[in-house]
């Protein structure tokens, strides 16, 4: 069956250190998308991507990075410049007007 | 600018119907969606309107969409202990499939 799977499901992070998120899709969709969410906030967009070897920023992509070198696949680094990290983060594709396919979510906790 | 707000909490009794408001502000949005996220899950998508209906249903959603003032709703009807979770709201809005999301509204069905 076709979907986008995120992984790992929970991710720990020491102060100062890169992570990275992968998200992977097998649905031959052109745009993929990062969302960070904190409790009681809505969905924050951190990057996008919408072909290949592109991507933009979203609305708070200060200290994340993204590359997007396959089309299945849009991996998010979250740096040690991203003071802070501790939220849920969801991936998402889309071919276009049907609306997004979403990932399960990485829970991402600095200890 | 870009906004969609939401009611952040309702409760309804088991066997109820239940109605779920949105406005947004983008007036030239094509596409309104709605999606249900449970606890520790990514987002599922329940239902989306053309900005050309007023109304769409299936089976127990209810979608209704006032162009003029910039109003959708959802309604469940028969509401279950299943349809508790976060309900959002999405506008598409931009040239690049871009979706923004309101904060989501709790939705706690008792008995």
């Known amino acids: 069956d076709g979907g986008i799977t995120q992984s790992p499901k929970y991710l720990f992070r020491k102060e100062g250190q890169n992570v990275t998120l992968s998200c992977e899709q097998n649905?031959?969709?052109?745009?993929m998308y990062w969302y960070r969410q904190d409790p009681g906030q809505g969905l924050r967009l951190i990057y996008y991507?919408?072909?290949?070897?592109?991507?933009q920023k979203g609305d708070i992509a200060e200290g994340y990075s993204v590359s997007r070198e396959k089309k299945e696949s849009f991996p998010l680094t979250v740096t040690s410049a991203q003071k802070n990290p501790t939220a849920f983060y969801l991936c998402?594709?889309?071919?276009?007007?049907?609306?997004?396919?979403f990932g399960s979510g990485t829970r991402l906790t600095v200890v | 600018g870009e906004d969609v707000e939401q009611s952040l909490f309702l409760s309804v009794r088991e066997g109820d119907s239940s109605v779920i408001n949105c406005t947004y502000t983008?007036?030239?949005?094509?596409?309104l969606y709605w999606y249900k996220q449970e606890p520790g899950a990514g987002l599922q998508l329940l239902t989306y309107?053309?900005?050309?209906?007023d109304m769409k249903q299936d089976q127990r959603l209810t979608v209704l969409l006032n162009k003029k003032d910039k109003h959708l709703s959802l309604r469940i009807a028969d509401t279950q202990t299943g349809d508790s979770a976060i309900y959002f709201c999405?506008?598409?809005?931009?040239?690049?499939?871009?979706?923004?999301f309101g904060a989501g509204t709790r939705l706690a069905v008792h008995p």
């Open positions: 991507s919408q072909i290949v070897n592109d991507f």
């Open positions: 983008d007036s030239s949005s094509t596409y």
């Open positions: 309107i053309f900005s050309n209906m």
């Open positions: 999405a506008e598409k809005s931009g040239g690049y499939n871009k979706l923004i």
């Open positions: 998402a594709s889309t071919l276009g007007t049907s609306g997004y396919t």
């Open positions: 649905l031959n969709h052109d745009a």
